[in-house]
Nanobody, 117 residues
């Protein structure tokens, strides 16, 4: 069964940390991206990680967020430190199946991250 399941969201105070997980089942992926979307705002690309471990980050989270992967488990993670109120959003992982994919093939269900002050 093909699945892309997210977990790890929650409510934290500013300055705290959360670790999001995105577990893929039933398929192999080339790249996994993390997006976030807050009410009334455009969807934002937060981080990207390839199956080899190469990463890229949005300037807004660089130095605070770290993406990683465990190929044996076919999973990716987003460690979020020094969280700010502006980080409040629904976070989604999205998978591309190959270097030739021009759009995302699978999306996670989303997980809510709320940062209180």
């Amino acid at each position: 069964q093909v699945q892309l399941v997210e977990s790890g969201g929650g409510l934290v105070q500013a300055g705290g940390s959360l670790r999001l997980s995105c577990a893929a089942s039933g398929f192999s992926w080339y790249a996994m991206d993390w997006f976030r979307q807050a009410p009334g705002k455009e969807r934002e690309l937060v981080a990207r990680i390839s199956s080899s471990g190469s990463t890229n980050y949005a300037d807004s989270v660089k130095g605070r967020f770290t993406a990683s992967r465990d190929n044996a488990k076919n999973a990716v993670y987003l460690q979020m430190n020094s969280l700010k109120s502006d980080d409040t959003a629904v976070y989604y992982c999205a998978a591309k199946l190959s270097v030739f994919s021009f759009e995302y093939d699978y999306w996670g269900q989303g997980t809510q991250v709320t940062v209180s002050s």
